[in-house]
Antibody
Framework: EVQLVESGGGLVQPGRSLTLSCTAS????????ISWFRQAPGKGLEWIGF???????ENAASVKGRFTISREDSNGIAYLQMNSLKTEDTGVYYC???????????WGQGTTVTVSS | DIVMTQSPVSLPVTPGEPASISCRSS???????????LDWYLQKPGKSPQLLIY???NRASGVPDRFSGSGSGTDFSLQISRVEAGDVGVYYC?????????FGQGTKLEIK
């Protein structure tokens, strides 16, 4: 079964760091880009950034300089390292298999990040 | 950034009746390759988003043919020919032409 599973969410204080993982199974991970999205409580979807096969990344302006996306193709894992967290970073974080222009066709179940003192 | 605007915000529909959601972009989503980079996603209550339509009008694998996407340039729509109870949730359009990828604010479909 083609699947993505996020992990690593939790409660963290403002200014601290957290790293999320996105573990893939059922497909050749290294052949695909991975995108990260988030959803603040009761709000819509926001694109955070992506990492393509080969490692090139791009981030949204709202997280640039604070969030870093990386990947470990040998283990089928993508990471979202989040530094200098703010309360407005609170939400559910999703990773997806990015088959642009054929869409984000596989999504993880999401992991919840709460930034609060 | 490309701004995506959806309407309506809320869409109550009687089962068996059709439904239509509109999505407009602040600039054309036509790529130089001739394709339109517009996706539609459905987020069912408590679930992750799922891909419905890519490149404006192509149904994703497993999506019933009750769902169809149309439009060009800056004006797009998602049609459901006969709404079923399992179609409830929030529908989002997303432009994939350029970064940042941007979404419409969502349309919440509910059953009357």
């Amino acid at each position: 079964e083609v699947q993505l599973v996020e992990s690593g969410g939790g409660l963290v204080q403002p200014g601290r760091s957290l790293t999320l993982s996105c573990t893939a199974s059922g497909f050749s991970f290294g052949d695909y880009a991975i995108s990260w999205f988030r959803q603040a409580p009761g709000k819509g979807l926001e694109w955070i950034g992506f990492i393509i096969s080969g490692g090139t990344t791009e981030n949204a302006a709202s997280v640039k300089g604070r969030f870093t996306i990386s990947r470990e193709d040998s283990n089928g894992i993508a990471y979202l390292q989040m530094n200098s967290l703010k309360t407005e970073d609170t939400g559910v974080y999703y990773c997806s298999r990015d088959r642009r222009p054929f869409g984000m066709d596989v999504w993880g179940q999401g992991t919840t990040v709460t930034v609060s003192s | 950034d490309i701004v995506m605007t959806q309407s309506p915000v809320s869409l109550p529909v009687t089962p068996g009746e059709p439904a239509s959601i509109s999505c407009r972009s602040s600039q054309s989503l036509l790529h130089s390759n001739g394709h339109t980079y517009l996706d539609w996603y459905l987020q069912k209550p408590g679930k992750s988003p799922q891909l419905l339509i890519y490149l404006g009008s192509n149904r994703a694998s497993g999506v019933p043919d009750r769902f169809s996407g149309s439009g060009s340039g800056t004006d797009f729509s998602l049609q459901i020919s006969r709404v079923e109870a399992g179609d409830v949730g929030v529908y989002y359009c997303m432009q994939a032409l350029q970064t940042p990828r941007t979404f419409g604010q969502g349309t919440k479909l509910e059953i009357k």
